[in-house]
């Protein structure tokens, strides 16, 4: 980690007209500061600068050539990726204490405010930036400036919103009329959308009057809809498969199974008391009863199961949305309910790479996250969480009597 603000950080901020990243507490604004033959000196005895961008490749690259033909001696290594996965990528490098990164650019202007609420980002300002770059748009103590403007606009579907209550802005979105309504999900690439190679999109819905009273938590619902009806439920997994109907005929059982698939967040407390009989079996299978999450020792044994009952018939995924690393499965309500201090800072949700079966049912046996094990714990394939359609390519099947590591 950078102790202090170095001579190739200052030049670096400069040249590339982005950031680097130090450990370095911000007061102000320092003065603006000119470039002088001392500092290019001292860059050229460290020799490299490390870029990490979300900016088109091609582009990145003539601004890497650019700063190494006005500066020679100093090599830019440009690592270029999408800007969730930036931010995902130095938060898992600064809680591993891995500094690698010198300067970064990044089209989401929210992960400048976080970086530098984390003390991540080296306050500096050089003549060029002062001159050419309208204050309104560099940070305040000098810690990250614009280098790209783009529009983004809002589209809705006017036969669900009227022109007149259409939102005017991002902010808008928060009122608690929009909460519950379908929004697209950010990284959506709409010319790839409108020429027909992305089929599908994937939906969340936000409890966005959460959000409206500035948490940082998000309740995500995910679901899979058909043209005339909802297919599935795709928050928690199990659930379905796992806690309804276990001892019920077949029939009732895949009644069970259907009619959940069906349910929304407002119609899901009807399947509560059917979750709450198998979440009492979950919890002796361990021969220990009463050590599953949120069971209730104190009180009969007709409601033990009653508050985790609620929290599965529900289907939300909690997500921390103040961290950008993820690991697993329930790790915003283990922190929240357990205690568990070296989840506090994960942002919880489900990835496509978490092992998401057998923390579920970790949790349901003894409350923990790693009691129940199924020899599977991760596709041979690893998936992206940030970039869209996100899953990898389909595994080929294996020859005939072979494990291909997956669950039926």
């Not at 091609?58 to 999408?82: D, L, N, Y």
């Not at 560099?138 to 589209?155: E, K, V, W």
């Not at 714990?377 to 390519?393: I, W, Y």
Request: aromatic share 8%; proline share 5%.
């Amino acid at each position: 980690m950078h102790k202090g603000l170095s001579r190739r950080n200052v030049l670096k901020g400069s040249g590339a007209a982005v950031l680097g990243l130090v450990a370095a507490k911000v007061q102000a604004a320092p003065p603006a500061s000119a470039i002088t033959p001392e500092l290019i000196a001292a860059a050229r005895k460290e020799g490299k600068v490390v870029y990490y961008t979300s900016i088109d490749l091609p582009v990145a690259e003539r601004i890497a050539k650019s700063f190494e033909a006005k500066f020679p001696g100093i090599t830019v290594r440009v690592e270029r990726t999408g800007a969730e996965r930036v931010f995902q990528r130095i938060g898992q490098e600064y809680a591993s204490r891995i500094y690698a990164v010198d300067v970064v650019n990044s089209s989401d202007a929210a992960h400048f405010i976080v970086w530098k609420r984390q003390g991540w980002l080296a306050p500096y300002l050089t003549v060029e930036m002062a001159e050419n770059v309208p204050v309104e748009m560099r940070d305040p103590d000098g810690t990250f400036t614009n280098q790209r403007t783009h529009l983004s606009a809002i589209a809705y579907n006017t036969s669900l919103i009227k022109p007149e209550d259409a939102p005017k802005g991002f902010n808008d979105l928060l009122d608690p009329k929009y909460a519950g309504k379908r929004l697209f999900g950010a990284g959506i690439n709409l010319t790839h959308l409108y020429q027909g190679k992305i089929r599908y999109l994937w939906y969340i819905v936000r409890d966005l009057g959460l959000v409206n009273k500035g948490g940082r938590l998000l309740a995500v619902w995910g679901a899979t809809v058909g043209p005339n009806r909802q297919i599935d439920r795709e928050g928690r997994p199990l659930t379905g498969n796992a806690l309804l109907g276990l001892l019920a005929p077949d029939t009732d059982s895949d009644r069970l199974k259907e009619d959940y698939n069906a349910a929304t967040p407002d119609t899901s407390a009807q399947f509560i008391p059917e979750i709450q009989k198998a979440l009492g079996l979950y919890d002796a299978f361990d021969g220990h009863c009463g050590n599953q999450l949120l069971a209730d020792k104190k009180t009969e044994t007709s409601m033990r199961y009653r508050a985790m009952a609620t929290v599965l018939a529900d289907d939300r995924i909690w997500v921390n949305s103040a961290s950008g690393v993820c690991t697993q499965l329930f790790a915003v309500e283990l922190a929240s309910l357990t205690g568990r201090k070296d989840l506090r800072n994960d942002c919880g949700g489900r990835t496509p790479n978490y092992d998401a079966v057998n923390v579920y049912r970790s949790v349901l046996v003894d409350g923990t996250n790693t009691s129940v094990d199924d020899g599977v714990h991760s596709d041979e394939k690893v998936h992206s969480a940030t970039e869209f359609p996100f899953l990898a390519a389909p595994q080929q099947p294996r020859a005939s009597g072979t494990d291909d590591n997956t669950r039926n």
